[in-house]
């Protein structure tokens, strides 16, 4: 019963170096999306993959890309990291209602 | 106009008092409603989720929807220590994806 499982839970970057965060899943979920939280901002959509093979922008892609891999894992990265891209990251899942990672502490310096 | 306004808060009350949460929304069309709660240092777990206008209630948390006023609430009777936490309200957007409020940071007092 993992739900939605996100590595790593932490990281610290330096300004340019890439990353990828990875989600899965385990609810045969079609939808699966990545949120990044910060303070005074709230939540907001980076992608979201409706089924697999397909990805689609939400409100503030710029600067991430997206992997749907398969069904189960739905991938973010970083190519080259900035300071503003510090945040937490959640992944989520699921159709209605969501299920939420316990989220990635990105930092970058 | 954002499409969901929140609260942030903070909010602090007494044990076993009645807490009101209140989000706004901006279009009518909005049909599905959902509160999400989040302690500190977790991801958001969803609490109540209601369609349409009414009322909604589990145990301690009652959610309400106000269509015509495009006012949503969380009522939480008998707060306890344990209801601290940001509480989030989501409407399901015109673009097919939910759409968050900012939250609004609860503490319950012993």
């Known amino acids: 019963n993992a739900g939605v499982t996100q590595t790593p839970k932490f990281q610290v970057l330096k300004t340019g170096q890439s990353m990828t965060l990875q989600c899965a899943q385990d609810?045969?979920?079609?939808?699966m999306y990545w949120y990044r939280q910060d303070p005074g901002m709230g939540l907001r959509l980076i992608y979201y993959?409706?089924?697999?093979?397909?990805?689609d922008k939400g409100e503030v892609p710029n600067g991430y890309n997206v992997s749907r891999l398969n069904k189960r894992e739905f991938s973010l990265r970083l190519e080259s990291a900035a300071p503003s891209q510090t945040s937490v990251y959640f992944c989520?899942?699921?159709?209605?209602?969501?299920?939420f990672g316990s989220g990635t502490r990105l930092t970058v310096v | 106009q954002k499409e969901v306004e929140q609260d942030p808060g903070p909010l602090s009350v007494p044990e076993g008092a009645i807490v009101s949460l209140n989000c706004t929304y901006s279009?009518?069309?909005?049909?599905?409603f959902m509160w999400y709660r989040q302690y500190s240092r977790k991801g958001p777990e969803l609490l109540m989720y209601?369609?349409?206008?009414g009322n909604k209630e589990d145990g301690r948390f009652t959610a309400q929807v106000d269509k015509s006023s495009k006012y949503i609430s969380l009522f939480i009777r008998d707060s306890q220590p344990s209801d601290s936490a940001t509480y989030l309200c989501?409407?399901?957007?015109?673009?097919?994806?939910?759409?968050f409020g900012k939250g609004t940071k609860l503490s319950v007092k012993p």
């Open positions: 989520a899942s699921g159709a209605t209602g969501y299920t």
């Open positions: 609810m045969n979920h079609n939808s």
């Open positions: 993959s409706a089924s697999e093979g397909t990805t």
């Open positions: 279009n009518s069309a909005f049909q599905y």
């Open positions: 209601t369609y349409s206008s």
């Open positions: 989501a409407i399901w957007g015109s673009q097919g994806n939910l759409i």
